[in-house]
């Protein structure tokens, strides 16, 4: 398969010269061609954790649909959440197994743009969740008094809803930027799913517009969230050292340490991948944080909210002792 794959390349290749008034209709995912030996040990083990993946986040949405003692606000947030971690996973790691298996796999114009667009959009949509789940935990912790007040169904929605609404109509302009591109220098994306960097290498129309309007958005979309946690957590940490009882601190913090070590994980992984250059050798180390950060991150978030909060635990070990206690809390 890998042979044929090559055979592709050379001849696109070849007739690049007769091509380059054409609109590209179709890319070549490269994958993972250094772990060809290990492609099959490989595709089990993402299909695993794929599987994994869809399903504790699914059971966290389940559990908190059907157990009225998890029908709180952060929790209402969590399953929103793991409503992300699915869309992302969906999205790419399904596309991912067929590169693998195959060597590497063909993917139309359309199909592309569809990827980068609902990857995009969720991304978008989980950095303001987060910061929306860091405001319900200011609330909590620093207004408790007023807090059932102000955190009604009505206000829960709201804020569940505008973030999934921001997400997919903010990359509506950058996708449609995009499919405009004109790509007359090469086909093949070194990567196993459709990124926009890769994708600007390739084109050979002038990207300035979308690098402008990516610079532009950096700030309502990352740099604003971001900062808006860190200042709800400085105000959380504050409150949280006033607590006179050893006892009520801990329970305090215990209710924001699952979210904090999502934040940590998710924008780790976000920074890192989006930091670090895409050529040469370092095409290597930007796949694997794109790896952990589209495959690994959506399976943490329903593990570190199950080991750390006693009320899923709790609630696992009832549903079913093989899926809650072996699946999680094992």
């Keep these: 398969m890998k042979t044929s794959f090559d055979n592709e390349k050379r001849a696109y290749r070849s007739g690049i010269s007769t091509m380059n008034q054409t609109r590209l209709r179709e890319f070549i995912l490269l ?23 869809v399903i504790g986040n699914l059971l966290i949405i ?35 197994l067929g590169v693998i298996v195959l ?12 990827q980068i667009y609902f990857y995009s959009g969720t991304i978008v949509t989980e950095c303001f969740l987060l910061s929306v789940m860091s405001y319900d935990r200011y609330l909590a912790i620093c207004n408790p008094l007023r807090y059932s007040g ?6 829960q929605i709201y804020l569940s809803v505008w973030p999934w609404l921001a997400g997919f109509i903010i990359n509506i302009s950058a996708v449609a930027l995009m499919a405009n591109f004109d790509f007359c220098h090469d086909n093949i994306i070194d990567h196993y799913y459709c990124d926009v960097l890769p994708l600007q290498k390739l084109s050979c129309s002038d990207t300035s517009a979308i690098q402008m309007e990516a610079i532009l958005l950096s ?19 504050r409150n949280i050292i006033k607590i006179p009882s050893t006892t009520g601190k801990h329970k305090a913090f215990s209710t924001c340490s699952s979210h904090l070590i999502v934040v940590g994980t998710f924008y780790g992984a976000l920074t890192v991948k989006y930091m670090i250059p895409s050529k040469g050798a370092s095409m290597l180390m930007n796949k694997i944080v794109s790896l952990v ?4 991150t959506p399976l943490f978030n329903p593990i570190i909210y199950s080991f750390r ?11 079913g002792p093989i899926i809650g206690q072996n699946f999680f809390v094992y």
């Design 31 to 53: 994958g993972f061609g250094y772990i060809n030996g290990f492609s099959i040990l490989f595709f089990i083990f993402i299909l695993i954790i794929f599987l994994f993946t």
């Design 62 to 96: 389940i559990l908190v649909s059907t157990n009225v003692r998890l029908q709180t606000p952060m929790y209402y947030f969590l399953c929103h959440l793991s409503s992300c971690d699915i869309v992302i996973s969906t999205n790419i790691v399904p596309n991912m």
């Design 293 to 296: 950060h589209t495959v690994f």
């Design 219 to 237: 700030l309502p979309i990352f740099i604003f969230p971001s900062g808006f946690i860190i200042v709800t957590y400085v105000y959380i940490f």
């Design 309 to 319: 909060n006693q009320d899923i635990k709790t609630t696992l070990k009832k549903f």
């Design 103 to 114: 060597g590497g796999k063909k993917i139309t114009f359309f199909e592309c743009m569809t």
């Design 150 to 155: 102000i955190m009604d169904m009505k206000y």
